[in-house]
């Protein structure tokens, strides 16, 4: 059966055992994903995941079911889960089915051109982009990985309030890290870029720049252990900047995780410093004009000029405190549980060149890649150790890569000791449940650095 004669079955079914306020929430994605290796397709996946969730309040307490099936068994199946789970629920706040927003902002996040792109269009591309990768450097011994990955979702959230929301997204995702060798030593480049432009996608500069970042990394030398201003490299920072979001959810300041809490309207950095939330970001992956509750996404700020502005909130977390929520109620799938997220935030950029940046600094460091951050970053006390790549400055001017190296202080310090921030804002391509984040590059007044 269709959407919409489910929905009107299971809230008849569910009156009928007792429920009151209930909300479906049905999600469907289509993804697709290739890889390439010398010429040749190495692993090639077409899928498609469907599911819807139910949510009801039964004797005042919420309970939750889901189902990836819309026929008659699922209804039942549906209203006994969630009849049965109810009963175990003992949150101090009760969660609540939303009526709707007053005004929702339209976003158009699905790309007509990008879903008349052929999978054949997107293999030819990979080939493309493998030819220029190994005509540009003699040097080039082959792809650690090489992937294309391209998704269309589909989302809605129907509730008995009267509550009708649907949304449609797609995007494309470019994965290349190529392989350089020079006698003894190996060293990659990586380069990733989601988008809905496929034409922006040129394959002679997707190779120029993975080729040229594995080359950087060649006859790396080793540097003093000391305390250098550090340039985070706009993808070291936006990796950085993601490990840590979470301090700005007040579910975690809530729940002790956070030593933001009871810190909004005081500032928590330099005033040069402003971070937003923008769920309306033309290019951003999780864009979307409601969150997973129905509620009404807005841009916001969340740092201005130094100062913390707001937390992130869902309506749990907004009822603990008497405010409104802020629409960063998420679910990671129609299956996981309401939690709090961004949607696509990042720190605003000046009008400062990366190369400027660089030429600003005496002696110091750029770090251009961050590896083991969740264990090496502790998002409680804002403490983090954590291994490096990168290069050696000297005068204004980068002199060699530097040999492994780690990187360590504290994020809450960090803030407050940020001495410019670049005009290159890029996004990280990690763990997306904690948002699509993206920052500028950031120059540090000083990090304890160790060179192996």
Same mark, same amino acid.
């Given at each position: 059966?269709?959407?919409?004669?489910?929905?009107?079955?299971? +809230?008849?079914?569910?009156?009928?055992?007792?429920?009151?306020? $209930?909300?479906?929430?049905?999600?469907? @994605? !289509?993804?697709?994903?290739? !890889?390439?290796?010398?010429?040749?397709?190495?692993?090639?996946?077409?899928?498609?995941?469907?599911?819807?969730?139910?949510?009801?309040?039964?004797?005042?307490? $919420?309970?939750?079911?889901?189902?990836?099936?819309?026929?008659?068994?699922?209804?039942?199946?549906?209203?006994?889960?969630?009849?049965?789970?109810?009963?175990?629920? @003992?949150?101090?706040?009760?969660?609540?089915?939303?009526?709707?927003? @007053?005004?929702?902002?339209?976003?158009?996040?699905?790309?007509?051109?990008?879903?008349?792109?052929?999978?054949?269009?997107?293999?030819?591309?990979?080939?493309? &982009?493998?030819?220029?990768?190994?005509?540009?450097?003699?040097?080039?011994?082959?792809?650690?990985?090489?992937?294309?990955?391209?998704?269309?979702?589909?989302?809605?959230?129907?509730?008995?309030?009267g509550l009708n929301l649907r949304e449609k997204k797609n995007h494309v995702g470019i994965y290349v890290s190529v392989?350089?060798?020079?006698?003894?030593?190996?060293? %990659?480049?990586?380069?990733?870029?989601?988008?809905?432009?496929?034409? &922006?996608?040129?394959?002679? @500069?997707?190779?120029?720049?993975?080729?040229? !970042?594995?080359?950087?990394?060649?006859?790396?030398?080793?540097? !003093? #252990?000391?305390?250098?201003?550090?340039?985070?490299?706009?993808? =070291?920072?936006?990796?950085?900047?993601?490990?840590?979001?979470?301090?700005?959810?007040?579910? %975690?300041?809530?729940?002790?995780?956070?030593? *933001?809490?009871?810190?909004?309207?005081?500032?928590?950095?330099?005033?040069?410093?402003?971070?937003?939330?923008?769920?309306? *970001?033309?290019?951003?992956?999780?864009?979307?004009?409601?969150?997973?509750?129905?509620?009404?996404?807005?841009?916001?700020? &969340?740092?201005?000029?130094?100062?913390?502005?707001?937390? $992130?909130?869902?309506?749990?977390? =907004?009822? /603990?405190?008497?405010?409104?929520?802020?629409?960063?109620?998420?679910?990671?799938?129609? /299956?996981?549980?309401?939690?709090?997220?961004?949607? %696509?935030?990042?720190?605003?950029?000046?009008?400062?060149?990366?190369?400027?940046?660089?030429?600003?600094?005496?002696?110091?460091?750029?770090?251009?890649?961050?590896?083991?951050?969740?264990?090496?970053?502790?998002?409680? #006390?804002?403490?983090?150790?954590?291994?490096?790549?990168?290069? +050696?400055?000297?005068?204004?001017?980068?002199?060699? =890569?530097?040999?492994? $190296?780690?990187?360590?202080?504290?994020?809450?310090?960090?803030?407050?000791?940020?001495? =410019?921030?670049?005009?290159?804002?890029? +996004?990280?391509?990690?763990f997306m449940a904690s948002g699509y984040i993206g920052s500028p590059s950031l120059l540090i007044k000083k990090l304890a650095v160790t060179v192996e």
């Open positions: 059966m269709n959407l919409q004669e489910f929905k009107e079955k299971l +809230f008849h079914l569910g009156e009928q055992h007792g429920f009151t306020d $209930m909300e479906l929430y049905y999600e469907r @994605e !289509e993804k697709f994903a290739c !890889e390439l290796y010398k010429g040749k397709i190495d692993s090639y996946d077409t899928s498609e995941v469907f599911g819807t969730s139910f949510r009801g309040l039964y004797e005042g307490k $919420m309970g939750y079911a889901f189902t990836e099936k819309l026929d008659e068994e699922s209804l039942s199946f549906l209203i006994e889960n969630a009849k049965e789970n109810a009963q175990f629920i @003992e949150d101090e706040v009760q969660e609540e089915i939303f009526a709707g927003s @007053e005004k929702y902002e339209e976003g158009n996040f699905y790309s007509t051109n990008l879903a008349d792109v052929s999978i054949h269009e997107k293999i030819n591309l990979l080939k493309e &982009i493998e030819k220029h990768i190994y005509a540009y450097d003699e040097r080039v011994t082959g792809t650690d990985y090489f992937m294309l990955s391209s998704g269309e979702t589909k989302r809605a959230i129907m509730n008995s309030k392989i350089v060798k020079q006698g003894d030593q190996v060293k %990659n480049g990586e380069y990733s870029k989601f988008t809905r432009n496929f034409s &922006i996608l040129k394959p002679e @500069e997707i190779a120029k720049h993975a080729v040229e !970042e594995a080359l950087s990394q060649l006859d790396a030398q080793s540097a !003093e #252990s000391k305390n250098y201003p550090v340039l985070l490299r706009n993808d =070291a920072a936006s990796a950085l900047l993601q490990t840590f979001t979470p301090i700005f959810s007040a579910e %975690n300041t809530q729940k002790g995780q956070s030593a *933001l809490n009871g810190k909004t309207g005081e500032a928590i950095s330099v005033p040069s410093l402003s971070i937003v939330d923008d769920p309306f *970001l033309e290019e951003g992956l999780l864009s979307s004009s409601f969150d997973s509750e129905g509620v009404a996404t807005v841009k916001k700020d &969340i740092v201005k000029s130094g100062k913390l502005v707001s937390l $992130m909130h869902n309506r749990k977390t =907004a009822q /603990k405190e008497g405010v409104e929520s802020t629409g960063n109620a998420y679910k990671a799938s129609y /299956k996981g549980a309401l939690t709090v997220a961004p949607t %696509n935030l990042h720190v605003v950029p000046s009008d400062k060149s990366y190369h400027e940046i660089v030429s600003s600094i005496s002696e110091g460091i750029v770090i251009t890649e961050l590896s083991g951050l969740h264990s090496g970053a502790n998002t409680v #006390s804002g403490d983090f150790s954590i291994a490096a790549n990168g290069y +050696f400055v000297k005068d204004g001017k980068i002199k060699n =890569a530097i040999n492994q $190296m780690t990187i360590a202080g504290n994020f809450y310090e960090l803030l407050n000791n940020i001495e =410019a921030i670049g005009s290159d804002l890029e +996004f990280s391509m990690g």
